[in-house]
């Protein structure tokens, strides 16, 4: 059977826009989004806090989940964020973007880091 690929239309273009950046870490995302949604990383805010060190830009290819506490500040670029998690992200002095969003604001930068589950 043939594969069809996202129903989502926004999701779509975000795979292509993604696939035309040219950089590694941008082509391994892509390639998480094109899988089924079934199949997407859900990230829990205790594995970025474990992860990462003040001042680190983290990607997800998936949703961030609440389970867990963040206790610096990070910038978490993801697909979808929960309510308790974008909520424990923004008291931590963090920033929660959208991959649309971080495909801008990341241009350059070097302490990136690609978390999926």
Known sequence: MKRTGSTNVEVRKLIRALHKQGRPIWRAVAEELEAPSRKRSYINLYKINKYTKEGDFVVVP???????????????????????????????GGKALSLVEGLKELEGKKNVRLMKG
């Open 62 to 92: 998936g949703k961030v989940l609440g389970i867990g506490n963040i206790n610096h500040k990070v910038t978490v670029v993801a697909l979808d964020f929960s309510q308790s998690a974008l909520k424990k992200i923004l008291n931590s």
